[in-house]
């Protein structure tokens, strides 16, 4: 017998049972994380991403996945490549009375981690890259700002992948 659909629409059903998703889940939140201690400090990629990794080995995890290092380093390293390219991006995807500056030091990270994956993971459909930052927002925040990324990303995503939105159909499986 299936899933009960009252077991499917639990709300921790979005949570990730594959090994790899959740690995994937955490990369996304470590990736923000050291984004934002780069922007903090003044610190490059390289040098943040060593940190990253040294305190991985130190600290315990708990329940949480171990984040996929690769996937950690490709978005640091590609989110601080292209900063500029993602600013303008995300700038455009606001509304005419917020500029990027003005955005927290978080919600900048949340956001340039989002836009670089949709440029440059296309094999990671935009609505779940969308969904995953959105949730990494609410690890940070409970106010509107989850609501921001989702709109900033879902504008982001539907011009960069107009595609996967063609028809305007449901989420294509993950």
Do not use: C
């Amino acid at each position: 017998m299936g899933k009960s659909s009252r077991h499917s629409a639990s709300p921790s059903s979005h949570r990730p049972l594959n090994p790899n998703a959740a690995r994937r889940s955490a990369a996304r939140l470590a990736a923000v994380q050291v984004l934002y201690a780069m922007e903090m400090s003044g610190i490059d990629a390289g040098q943040a991403l060593a940190e990253f990794r040294g305190r991985q080995a130190e600290e315990e995890r708990g329940p949480m996945a171990e984040p996929d290092a690769e996937m950690v380093a490709l978005l640091v390293q590609g989110a601080a490549a292209e900063s500029a390219f993602l600013d303008e991006a995300i700038a455009k995807a606001l509304s005419r009375d917020w500029s990027v500056d003005r955005l927290e030091a978080v919600l900048r990270a949340v956001l340039r981690a989002g836009v670089y994956e949709l440029k440059a993971r296309p094999a990671t459909p935009a609505r779940v890259a969308i969904s995953e930052y959105v949730d990494v927002a609410h690890a940070f925040y409970a106010g509107s700002e989850p609501g921001l990324v989702n709109a900033v990303l879902d504008r982001v995503a539907r011009t960069f992948r107009p595609e996967e939105f063609a028809g305007g159909g449901a989420a294509p499986p993950a």
